[in-house]
């Protein structure tokens, strides 16, 4: 079976196509995240985006689907699911292109100290030394897979498969705004101070929602980040300087 | 420009509006009004816009100034409400002189509303004025606060309104989810034949819901991608009880989901007090949708249901006070000192 093959079976039923409350639609292209059905579900909601379709009120991806929501004053579900079918038809999403736009954001991070006290037990999980983990988390930039929970908090991958480490079975009472935490291949980087089940492997001074601003949303789905590891030192100065957390963005093709 | 002063706030009061829709693929939901029925209630007693932003006070006490001559509205859960000293009618609209003392206080619990004429005019952020406490916009009012309102266009006060029922539980209609199907079909028959209350942790994220006997837990080791979460969303978490997502929810989740409550079922279980018995029902997406429609036609339709407040003078403690709040002349009348 060629590597083509295989994707088609594990997608023989998807995309798939669902009511999701009153006036919403959800529109799955996997039931488990891969690369294919993450980039799909971006390319499908820029697709609809500009299709500019009567009715659709609004449209968000999480990692592998689609929400749209309606508005049921100008539209209906059979309707709207009519024209979402001819589009989905009209195209291999599993095969589109990332949007167009995207930035690789380069993020300085402090791995470790108590500022991001989980390091070691996450690099132990990976079978990695902590300086190990580190160099690995910073080897290759991570995709924006999807910005969700929290306003600006985007959910970044994948990692390799070392790092497909579970959630704790416990809470962290709290995390700083920036936190970097790592769980099952996938990194966040937190908007919100929160409690969370990841595990706190890096700390950075970026701001990711900042509702003053004309722009208030640093990153955007399809973004990469690169994150680079500072000293103690540099993060502390980085903070008490410069209110963009020490990251530089530039544009991606 | 029209001011009032906050002179004292109980945890809980904010400034809210129908929300920011159109954020969610950047992971700020909608937040607004948690109870949004009352919102087009206190809209229709000023014969203003439903848009404006007004005060939410969250089961706990309110005392504001009016430093100028002002018409306000009185929504959602019912609390003791004096003006000076006089009591005023909740589900009505009132004129305040300049200088009056507004005291809110006496609440049992649910999500009581304070309008004004004109609006509450703070700066609006990413198109809403309304706080969203969970994504760091805004924050609750405080004694010391000044808001200024916009300007009113005028109207009447002294109407009132019969609200639509929803202070004392019921039943709660909802719509299967894309999770609905993972639930044993006996597991889901169990939860709408269970009763509920609200439980003591609840915000304006979500409402934990208690109850007696087992829970609705899925067969441990089922993991669930994260996908779009919406407000009404009944998430069972691991320990087998239902949390319903409410105005501040997350954008995204991965607990499975029993139901979804319809939107215009949501007001009843945020003013349900704490002891009233809630019960769901799973109703078609046709039914529901057409559930919403009736729903949005009734509350376009809510400003002519008004009717002017009928006052026995021998419920009045101070009826000099009552005239005044009602409009009717006096020295310092408020439309006279405003004209």
Redesign the interface.
Known sequence: MTGSDATQTRHCRRPAM???????V?V?FG???TEAANRAALAF?ASVEGADLPGV?????????V?L?LD??CT??ATARAALKGLLASRNWYDAALPQGRRLWRVPALFGTDLAPQLHEAAALAGLSPADAATAICAAPLRVQ????????P?LGQLPSQWDIPRQTGLTARVPVGALAVAIRQMVLF??STPTGWRHVGQTALRL?Q??KDD??LL??GDEVLFQSVTRAEYENIRATDPAGGAVAERLG | MAELLVRRAGPGVTVQDPGRPGYLALGLSRGGAMDRLALVEGAALLGQDCGFAVIEIAGSFLSIEAAAPMRIALTGAPMRAHCDGAALVWQASHALPSGARLELSGSRGGYSYLHFGGGIDVPAILGARSAHLAAGIGRMLDAGDRLGLGTDKGGAAGMSLTPQERFAGGVLRMVETPQTQLFPADMCQRFTETTFCKDARGNRMGQRLGFDGEGFALPSGLSLLSEAIVPGDIQITGDGAPFVLLAECQTTGGYPRIGTVLPCDLPRLVQAPAEAALRFQFVTLEAAVAAERAEAARRADLARTLRPLIRDPHDMADLLAYQLISGVTRGDDPERSAS
């Open positions: 669902q009511p999701l409350g009153v006036d919403g959800s799955s039931s488990d995240l909601r009120a609004e449209v968000a991806t999480a990692l592998t689907s929400y929501r049921l004053s209906d579900h999807t910005i969700g929970f929290a306003p600006g908090q959910y908007s919100v929602f509702p003053e208030p949303f955007r789905p």
